[in-house]
């Protein structure tokens, strides 16, 4: 059997979810909203929900925000109970 997969099959969410995990777990400190967007390899439209989905779901601690909420600085939560959870 032959499986080719469509374009549509793809969930780049999860992509982009993932490239950004790995991205910030790859710092052992604080990491800029900036650097995640320059550098981690996901759409940029889709890094400021990631990064709330992350943080909501306890893997991700934002250090430092801007006056209107969007995080500027985050970090791996220390607590690691949570990190195991986020494999994709």
């Known amino acids: 059997m032959n499986f080719v997969m469509d374009k549509e099959d793809v969930n780049y969410k999860l992509v982009d979810t993932q490239r950004i995990v790995a991205y910030i777990g790859s710092f052992s400190e604080n990491v800029t909203v900036d650097e995640i967007?320059?550098?981690?390899g996901a759409d940029k439209l889709r890094v400021y929900p990631?990064?709330?989905?992350?943080?909501?779901g306890g893997w991700l601690?934002?250090?430092e925000r801007?006056?209107?909420g969007a995080p500027t600085v985050v970090r791996v939560r220390k607590d690691t109970s949570a990190r195991n959870e986020i494999k994709g």
């Open 37 to 40: 967007l320059q550098h981690s």
């Open 50 to 56: 990631a990064l709330f989905e992350l943080e909501q």
């Open 61 to 63: 601690e934002v250090v």
């Open 66 to 68: 801007e006056e209107l």
